[in-house]
């Protein structure tokens, strides 16, 4: 019961890594915000506990601030605190920068950093309220370490929220605010699998166990940096790839 009675606000939690944190945030004892734009995030939330009394679902464009404001204080108004923020919300689209549009560029970039900056700036002030709280922003490999396959606008989100994870712990370490990101490899989520199986394999490349990455090898790890035993950790960018990127 590592997050016993804490509030966790996960985004892009109807599906793979959000919904495995989601998961994992509640078998630990939390209560779990999920925010998605899926349709059936309500539904999601009911599946994981049908009392409706832990989980509450938020419709979330996270890139939108209008919906991330009023969302934000509705998760205050409704739990009355937040203690823990995962930022997993995400899109990508992987072409060569010569076929890449600025729209898909922009796209990108407007929902993985953006949407983390949008969070952070709304959350941050409920969880001062407390003076503490906890952030874990995903992030990738492909922001850590130029990967065959992957998009540059994918690249440069993901190594924004890693700049911006840093400077996080910096400016909110004396409000008692955790900042902290994870750079998973290659993981199997339904996203994923609309990614050709050759780039795929592309991603894994040089990987020193033979261990796929699955959502709840994630969610592990959130977990863990979202708890007490995280204590004496912020401003790092956790990676979790079987040993693909070793620095």
Request: net charge positive; hydrophobic share 45%; glycine share 10%.
């Amino acid at each position: 019961m590592e997050l016993k009675d804490r509030v966790c606000i996960v985004t892009g939690a109807a599906r793979g890594i959000g919904l495995a944190i989601a998961k994992r945030c509640l078998a630990e004892g939390g209560r779990v915000a999920l925010w998605d734009i899926a349709k059936d995030t309500e539904k999601v939330a009911a599946s994981l506990d049908p009392s409706k009394t832990s989980t509450r679902a938020w419709l979330v464009d996270v890139s939108n601030e209008k919906q991330v404001q009023e969302a934000s204080a509705g998760v205050e108004g409704h739990f009355k605190q937040v203690d823990v923020l995962v930022n997993c919300a995400g899109i990508l689209i992987h072409k060569p920068i010569e076929q890449m549009s600025l729209k898909e560029f922009e796209d990108v970039l407007r929902v993985n950093l953006t949407g983390t900056f949008l969070t952070c700036k709304y959350v941050v002030p409920i969880m001062k309220k407390r003076g503490k709280g906890k952030i874990v922003n995903i992030a990738s490999l492909g922001g850590r370490t130029g990967r065959p396959g992957v998009g540059v606008n994918y690249a440069a989100s993901k190594a924004g929220v890693i700049g911006m994870t840093q400077t996080l712990a910096r400016e909110l370490g004396p409000a008692g605010i955790y900042a902290n990101a994870i750079a998973p490899g290659p993981i199997l989520t339904d996203l994923t699998k609309n990614v050709p199986p050759e780039t795929f394999a592309k991603w894994n490349a040089g990987r020193a166990v033979t261990k796929n990455g699955l959502p709840e090898d994630v969610a592990d790890a959130a977990v863990f940096l979202a708890s007490d035993r995280s204590d004496w950790i912020t401003g790092v960018t956790l990676d979790i790839n079987g040993g693909i990127f070793i620095p």
